[in-house]
């Protein structure tokens, strides 16, 4: 007998990638739909006041209109709350802003009016005809003024147990006794996600009280379950359609206006309709990772243990919406430091809400932490790797449980080796080529690994292969690609007989693709479906053969498409045969989130970045010259695509650390970065060969696959790193991303 | 966007002619301007007189000077083998410009006649005097991090973004015009203009008139070149700001030399001081400096463009040093 071929850990080519690239995927705005028509979105022109009135006559004139709608004549949607009752709940009907409802106006850009009409160009030129009045009140839209009025995120007020409220272990606020000092501040400005795909969505009332969305979303279930609830319609009415999502990073993760808007669109006009956000508008009602400020304050002994850490953070939120996210959870359990405080608040803002962005706030937190390490280890006269050495973790001092697996140490010797780090020198601009100084730089990232409920659904079709379905995205990691390496290891065939689709909301229950937890979730409800599929199989197989039906179950051997049995050379199914013989074989499960090991253990992944930058000595230019990420993520399906996971998520650490940058100008309250000439995002040459490693060791407690997640620790501290080498090269710290050369010359 | 109507014609008479006739009437070239200013509703023909028929299109020498056709591709010129004989900062300077793509739909006029990057001009929500005249300058009290050092005004401080133009002014261009009341030439340091009291005008060019060609005169800046463009990422973005230096050297002592800059201010900014200060000289670092502080004369900032009289003279004397190693 030959052992059948392993898939799980194999580069394995993307199975939709031919269709991807032959432009055969079809994506939210490329449906054509018999009667298809048009929307476009007007916004306002200020951050706060009234709607005083709105001029829709000539829009509505104009050619090819057929609807223009307000808060003066919009359907009422009956499950909708209103808008900013309760900013501290998380809105599970539809976007939290429910436009056309009152004349309110909360940030600037605020859809006021959605116009319909047979063309887009037609919907666009009516859109530019309708005219708001407004009774303009005096907004905020300055974080270092809104900061005055921090406050707790009500979750945190209302629960003590929020991750959200103010932690103290040890002394509170230790680092004054300190010997060795350090308190400085980081500012990270707003930051958009900017897919490469626009937010879209077409969205068909197929019958009065059915609904089908062809939508931009990270999440088929809870996108239905937002729009059921907005229309008061049981969720089996409504359908979601995500088959590919062109990148979101986590701007696809909420349900948002213009969603609202197209299926209000499509109610008045009777008319399937698609509407497309234009890039201005993925700027201001898509979310976007916030505004944050925060001040570190350390201490150390001199021979470099961390004695006090205290972080506080106040990030961005709308005034209509209480966005939390993780900023100092990395501080809590990276170091040993016997003495912690983390303080967290917020800041409402006459903004659009914000969203998670990859890495969410831990990308945001590690900025601050593996920045101040870094200033830290100089005032110590220390290497940063030393000091990360000397205050390494061996349990979670937060909880005090075991990690469930931790390989970081692993990843700083790779890593370390891999970018040359013996070359780095302790004394800033020391190092000199030509015009450009070289300076290297490391930052460490955390991720929780979390593992939620799914189920998948498996069927072996007559032909012998194998369909399996899940509700789950693929927004670009290769989830599809992945379930497919799972469930042909399960099963002993080939990945060219696996079906793996996705993107559907009636397919089986799976969770919003975020936080990096698809793989670690979808992948054990693919391989525990493909056991009972083969649980299946043997049954069938006992059924018309005895040799079957008496042999012990792990005799059973399942390869090459046929069920065998171990020291016995006649008996012998196919899977075909089996599937004919029964008239069709179909099996669900239902995979649980992990329990008990999860209580035990404290499951995360991590990262080490290595950068070496050069920095010219006249212009200030920035260039990444080396990349190295190193992960212990678990075990990996895809070396392939887990390394374009990775290599993505440092792109978006460039383009964090060295220019995104979206500026609102406060007099207005209005954003005057608009479009990617404006708002920069890396290109090609911005990004050099990144070396990506993995430790690849199988967690044994987060699921029976071993893994553990990459998509958040691929962004998260890469931005210190290249701070920390900017640092290095030049004696420059810039505590304010991005790195531009303005702060530097 | 708004109806417009739209004519092709195939020559330049008829095009000049049709866009006299109507007041609201734009040639439209490579459209990689206009028709993104169009979707804004910044501007809006009624009328759009595709010139993509014209030949303007040819790259030839004529008598001792090379002349360029207004329809020549940013890409083909870049590429031309006497452009990067007789020109290599011209090269350079388009090269530095926008990405592939974009200069393979570009054309050398509507490079020229580019608007300025200013977001308050782009979003008709907000102030901007060069859009709507008296509707108050934007940037002057805002956000202006990328606006001018040089020759602004209290109305407008916006600068002008093309890179080719900055090589163009520096290489003593002239730019050949046709119009309803028959042909002229300007020298290209003309054809810009500075803001005043009338941001709106861009430029000196007469209501419907059309580039046809530019020109430059053979020079000695045929080596001795660069083009430097400071931008926050590695490409395809506009100049924070940028210089075009051309060197002619005797051994190490400097005989000519051409300066401009880019990205400081409402036309592309000419050095003529700072390239007196470079005659005679040794190509050396400390003569670039001095160069460099004679540039920056008469340079102010505004909140947020403080850095480039900083960046500034560093970026000149980058561009002179790799000028002379060239
Ligand atoms: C994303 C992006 C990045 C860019 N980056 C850069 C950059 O880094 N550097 C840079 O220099 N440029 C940059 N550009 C600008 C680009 O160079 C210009 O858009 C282009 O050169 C305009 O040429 P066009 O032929 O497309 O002009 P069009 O858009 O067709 O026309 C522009 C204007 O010129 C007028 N016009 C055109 N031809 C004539 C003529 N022969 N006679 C009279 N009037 C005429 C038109 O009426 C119009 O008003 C960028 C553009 C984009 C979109
Ligand atoms: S600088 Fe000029 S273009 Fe910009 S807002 Fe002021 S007037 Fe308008």
């Known amino acids: 007998m030959k052992t059948p071929e392993k898939h799980i850990g194999k580069p394995m080519n993307r199975v939709d990638g031919r269709q991807k690239v032959t432009g055969a995927a079809t994506y939210s705005a490329e449906y054509e739909l018999p009667g298809l028509v048009y929307a476009v979105l007007v916004g306002s022109t200020i951050a706060k006041g009234r709607l005083t009135g709105i001029d829709t006559k000539a829009a509505a004139g104009a050619p090819g209109v057929l609807a223009v709608v307000t808060h003066l004549n919009a359907p009422q949607t009956p499950g909708s709350k209103p808008t900013g009752k309760d900013p501290s709940q998380p809105q599970t009907t539809g976007s939290a802003l429910r436009i056309f409802t009152d004349d309110q106006i909360r940030f600037n850009d605020q859809p006021i009016a959605v116009v319909v009409a047979d063309t887009l160009e037609r919907a666009r030129y009516a859109a530019r005809l309708v005219k708001g009045q407004y009774a303009p009140e005096k907004h905020q839209t300055n974080l270092e003024a809104g900061k005055a009025q921090a406050f707790l995120p009500t979750s945190a007020k209302k629960n003590p147990k929020s991750p959200m409220n103010d932690y103290q272990r040890g002394q509170a606020d230790a680092y004054k006794t300190g010997a060795i000092k350090l308190e400085q501040e980081y500012v990270i400005p707003t930051e958009v996600h900017h897919p490469m795909e626009l937010q879209a969505i077409t969205a068909h009332w197929e019958a009065p009280d059915r609904l089908t969305l062809y939508d931009k979303t990270q999440g088929t279930m809870a996108t239905r379950r937002d729009f059921a609830k907005e229309w008061g319609l049981p969720e089996e009415n409504v359908k979601v359609i995500a088959t590919f999502v062109g990148g979101a990073f986590g701007n696809a993760l909420h349900s948002w206006p213009h969603e609202s808007a197209a299926i209000i669109a499509a109610k008045v006009a009777n008319r399937p309709v698609k509407l497309m956000l234009t890039r201005e508008q993925m700027f201001t009602m898509v979310g976007y990772r916030p505004h944050t400020w925060q001040k570190v304050r350390m201490s150390a002994t001199a021979d470099g243990k961390i004695t006090a850490i205290t972080h506080e953070s106040i990030g961005q939120t709308s005034t209509y919406e209480e966005f939390t996210e993780s900023t100092l959870a990395q501080t809590r359990m990276m170091y040993q430091s016997p003495n912690l405080t983390t303080r967290y608040r917020l800041a409402a803002l006459n903004v659009g809400s914000p969203i998670w962005m990859r890495g969410p706030g831990e990308a945001t937190g590690a900025f601050a932490l593996e920045s101040a390490m870094d200033e830290m280890a100089y005032l110590l006269k220390l290497d940063p790797l030393e000091f990360r050495l000397r205050n390494y973790t061996e349990q979670d001092p937060e909880t005090g449980k075991p990690w469930s697996s931790k390989f970081l140490k692993e990843c700083y010797r790779l890593g370390a080796e891999r970018v040359g780090w013996n070359q780095r020198q302790l004394a800033p601009g020391a190092v000199r080529d030509g015009d450009w100084l070289v300076g290297y730089g490391m930052g460490v990232g955390t991720f929780g690994a979390h593992r939620g409920s799914s189920k998948a659904s498996a069927r072996l079709l007559p032909n012998g292969t194998v369909l399996l379905q899940s509700a789950v995205t693929d927004i670009g990691p290769g989830t599809g690609t992945a379930m497919t390496q799972i469930a042909a290891d399960t099963l002993g065939l080939a990945p060219a007989k696996i079906r793996f689709e996705w993107g559907n909301s009636d397919f089986a229950q799976a969770p919003t693709q975020g936080g990096s937890a698809i793989v670690n979730t979808v992948g054990p409800a693919v391989q525990e479906v493909c056991l009972a599929l083969k649980d299946k199989l043997r049954e069938l197989a006992g059924a018309g053969n005895a040799a079957f039906a008496s042999a012990k179950k792990e005799d059973v051997i399942f390869a090459d498409d046929h069920l065998t049995l171990s020291g016995n050379d006649t008996a012998r199914a196919s899977y075909a045969d089996l599937v004919k013989q029964a008239g069709g074989t179909a099996v669900t499960v239902q995979s649980k989130p992990n329990g008990e090991n999860g209580q035990k253990y404290s499951m995360y992944s991590f990262s080490v970045h290595f950068a070496q930058v050069r920095v010219h000595v006249l212009t200030g230019e920035v260039r990444v010259s080396k990349l190295v990420s190193c992960a212990d993520a678990g075990t990996i399906i895809n070396e392939k695509t887990a390394g374009n996971q990775m290599k993505g998520g440092a792109v978006g650490g460039i383009g964090m650390a060295l220019m995104e940058h979206a500026i609102i100008d406060d007099r207005f309250g209005r954003y005057v970065t608009k479009d990617l000439a404006d708002y920069h995002v890396p290109v090609h040459a911005d990004a050099p060969d990144i070396q990506v490693a993995f430790v690849n060791q199988p967690d044994p407690y987060v699921n029976a696959l071993g893994t553990k997640g990459i998509g958040e620790i691929a962004t998260i501290g890469v931005a210190p790193a290249i701070a920390n080498a900017v640092f290095n090269a030049t004696g420059k710290r810039v505590r304010e991303l991005p790195i531009t050369p303005d702060k530097l010359v | ?326």
């Open chain 2, 1 to 326: 966007m708004n109806q417009f109507q739209y004519v092709r014609p195939t020559k330049a008479q008829a095009a000049i002619d049709a866009v006299a006739k109507d007041a609201n009437a734009a040639f439209i070239a490579g459209g990689t301007n206009l028709v993104d200013l169009m979707k804004r509703g910044v501007m809006t023909p009624q009328k759009l007189v595709d010139i993509n028929r014209l030949p303007l299109r040819q790259i030839e020498r004529v008598g001792t000077g090379l002349r360029i056709g207004a329809l020549a591709l940013n890409s083909a010129v870049a590429d031309d083998r006497l452009v990067r004989e007789k020109h290599p900062l011209l090269a350079l300077a388009l090269n530095a410009g926008a990405s592939p793509q974009l200069r393979n739909m570009a054309t050398v006029g509507g490079n020229m006649l580019q608007r300025t990057r200013c977001a308050y001009f782009y979003d008709v929500a907000m102030p901007c005097n060069k859009r709507q005249p008296g509707s108050g300058c934007g940037a002057l009290e805002g956000i202006n991090r990328m606006h001018a050092i040089f020759g602004f005004s209290d109305k407008c401080i916006a600068v002008h973004p093309s890179d080719m133009s900055v090589a163009l002014v520096a290489l003593d261009a002239t730019v050949l015009l046709s119009g309803p009341k028959g042909d002229r030439k300007l020298a290209f340091a003309d054809f810009h203009r500075l803001p005043g009291t009338t941001p709106e005008r861009d430029t000196n060019l007469e209501p419907s008139e059309l580039i046809t060609a530019v020109e430059i005169p053979d020079s000695p800046f045929t080596r001795h070149v660069h083009y430097q463009k400071v931008r926050e990422r590695a490409s395809y973005a506009f100049a924070l700001l940028s210089v075009a230096a051309a060197l002619d050297l005797d051994g190490n002592t400097i005989k000519a030399a051409r300066l401009a800059m880019g990205g400081v201010a409402h036309k592309p900014w000419r050095l003529a001081a700072a390239e007196q200060a470079l005659v005679g000289q040794p190509a050396t670092e400390a003569a670039f400096q001095r160069a460099a502080a004679v540039a920056m004369q008469g340079a102010k900032a505004f909140k947020h463009n403080e850095y480039k009289l900083r960046l500034g003279p560093n970026a000149i004397v980058q561009a002179l040093k790799t000028a002379a190693a060239a």
